[in-house]
């Protein structure tokens, strides 16, 4: 088999096979095949797309290019949630105690984050002493035990799909569907969940900028779930602004917090609830969404989603202390209001461009090896639809300097008032099987 008559194969339109997949996987990770060769193939695949069996295919193969995380020895089905990312997107500090309350096994794995703030695990360490290294055996034991638990990203997962992911970023390949769904379920797949569901967003702040774009993806990499054994749904949901209102690792902290009480934002509450749903259903506790929907909002009145997440944070090393007094948790030197220019309604606020604001105050990373600051960052207290009163304060500021001058002109550049606005759409459509 021959690396150039694939390419020249997919470059005509055709369908290539199981073994012709695996054949270039495998000898592109093993450094068999050059770089040249592989973004020819991943070019010719941008412009010829690839057929849902092809997709799959090269979904497994990057799967079994490294590390396979085996979850058989946690009782029940594991269902995991992936969110495509956004800006303010809290959703796993909520979901995962939440879900875990139904006594529903949640197994995840989660990393640090590049971007506007950190990722999952930046933000729960926030919480002193809170930390996830630990062995594979105590994982499953915690997860068996209390249903939840919290572990940092093993070094050799999908090997394969680190490596075309960098060369598709330097060679215009990024925006592919084929491409991004395998990249993304492979990683999923490989982390041993059972079922997945999946968070697609849409909007300024989002990859895909389109519904259109975003039901693409989701589509896709439900019928990849579906068609390598894992009980796949996805969701499209909104990123146009931030979702809630906390922007900043403690600050989104704080708001998992109150929305485990039943207090947190309408928004966030509305899409953990939706996702939430989703896993229950696919864990077999309930048979229908409505039924599911239920039982989350019961153990949010209860309090059991909350004392839930209390015993979590307690058993990686956390002071649980910190759900009863928030105060507690890392808090920024300084706090400055961006009080409206005008009167008028909230008509736009550009999510990816807020959230860069905020990292401009530390709150994420530019590179990996930058410091994160876990009490900077914005609470909105504004949101798109809203009226304001000039003068009023459309966010607040949380800093560790003096002068946020140049964060309020980002700011000020990306929030419009107008005589009219409307509240976006929050979820835009359900996908199932």
């Known amino acids: 088999m021959r690396m150039v008559d694939i390419i020249a194969k997919k470059r005509d339109g055709h369908a290539l096979t199981t073994e012709e997949i695996k054949f270039f996987v495998d000898g592109y990770t093993k450094g068999d095949i050059p770089d040249y060769q592989m973004s020819s193939l991943a070019m010719a695949i941008f412009f010829q797309d690839m057929t849902d069996e092809e997709r799959a295919d090269l979904t497994m193969a990057m799967v079994e290019s490294g590390d396979q995380i085996d979850l058989s020895d946690i009782k029940g089905i594991k269902v995991d949630k992936h969110s495509t990312g956004g800006v303010g997107d809290t959703t796993t500090l909520v ?16 990393g640090r984050g590049l971007g506007h703030t950190g990722g999952t695990i930046d933000k729960l360490e926030a919480v002193e002493g809170f930390h996830v290294e630990i062995s594979e ?21 999908t090997p394969a ?33 059972d079922a997945i569901v999946l968070d697609v967003k849409t909007g ?46 403690a600050l989104e902290l704080k708001e998992a917090i109150d929305t485990l009480k039943g207090e947190g934002p309408e928004d966030l509450t509305e899409l953990v609830l939706t996702l939430g749903s989703q896993m229950v259903v696919l864990a077999e506790k309930a048979e229908t969404l409505e039924e599911a929907r239920e039982m989350l909002q019961g153990v949010i009145d209860n309090g059991k989603a909350l004392e839930k997440f209390k015993v ?68 909105l207290n504004k949101k798109v639809g809203d009226a304001v009163e000039e003068g009023e304060s459309l966010l607040t500021i949380y800093a560790n300097q003096e002068d946020v001058e140049q964060v309020k002109a980002k700011l000020y550049d990306n929030i419009t008032i107008s005589e009219h606005g409307e509240v976006p759409t929050l979820i835009h459509e359900i996908i199932t099987k």
């Open 95 to 110: 979901l995962a105690p939440l879900v875990a309350a139904l006594d529903i096994p949640v197994a995840k794995m989660s």
């Open 137 to 157: 055996d105590d994982f499953i034991k915690l997860v068996n035990e209390d249903q939840l638990a919290v572990i940092g990203q093993t070094g050799n997962l």
């Open 161 to 193: 799909d680190k490596k075309i992911y960098a060369l598709r970023d330097v060679t215009g390949t990024v925006n592919s569907i084929p491409l991004i769904a395998s990249s993304i379920m492979s990683k999923k797949i490989a982390a041993g969940a």
């Open 204 to 249: 300024n702040g989002a990859f895909m900028k389109t519904v259109e774009d975003a039901e693409q993806l989701a589509n896709a990499m439900v019928k990849i779930g579906n068609q390598v054994g894992r009980n796949t749904m996805a969701i499209i949901s909104d990123m146009s602004q931030p979702l809630g209102r906390a922007i900043g690792n």
């Open 312 to 379: 979590f944070l307690s058993n990686q090393g956390g002071d649980a202390s910190v759900v009863d007094d928030p105060s507690k948790l890392p808090t920024a030197k300084y706090t400055f209001e961006l009080p409206a220019k005008q009167s008028g309604v909230v008509s736009e606020m550009i999510a990816n461009e807020i959230g860069i604001a905020s990292m401009m105050l530390g709150a994420g990373r530019q590179t990996k090896e930058d410091t994160i600051d876990l009490a900077v960052g914005l609470v």
